[in-house]
């Protein structure tokens, strides 16, 4: 099993920018991709993007363009960076882990879009 601890969410102007973080732990050897998804009030929850253990990414058409995924295997941590954020990008971001036999989740972070 992977734990997952993610960081960097909170409140931004619209066209802002935010990096998430999530720094995995445990069975990390087991880990062959790791992404990000999202789940505005109301909506079911989207995937927004992925890379995988060889570098190779996807992104939700949503935020092709504005986005960028990127992992440090030094560290075990996969960031999300978010640029020109728009108001449609508030969500909870949850971080994920796809292992051998199971995806693991993180706790959510909070991200909101406001002026």
């Known amino acids: 099993q992977v734990q997952l601890v993610e960081s960097g969410g909170g409140l931004v102007q619209p066209g802002g920018s935010l990096r998430l973080s999530c720094a995995a732990s445990?069975?990390?050897?087991?880990?062959?991709?790791m992404g990000w998804y999202r789940q505005a009030p109301g909506k079911e929850r989207e995937l927004v993007a992925r890379?995988?253990?060889?570098?190779?990414?996807n992104y939700a058409d949503s935020v092709k363009g504005r986005s960028t995924i990127s992992r440090d295997n030094a560290k075990n941590t996969v960031h999300l960076q978010m640029n020109s954020l728009k108001f449609e990008d508030t969500a909870v971001y949850y971080c994920?882990?796809?292992?051998?036999?199971?995806?693991?989740w993180g706790q959510g972070t909070q991200v909101t879009v406001s002026s």
């Open positions: 445990g069975s990390i050897f087991t880990i062959n991709a």
């Open positions: 890379i995988t253990s060889r570098g190779t990414t």
């Open positions: 994920y882990a796809d292992g051998t036999l199971s995806r693991d």
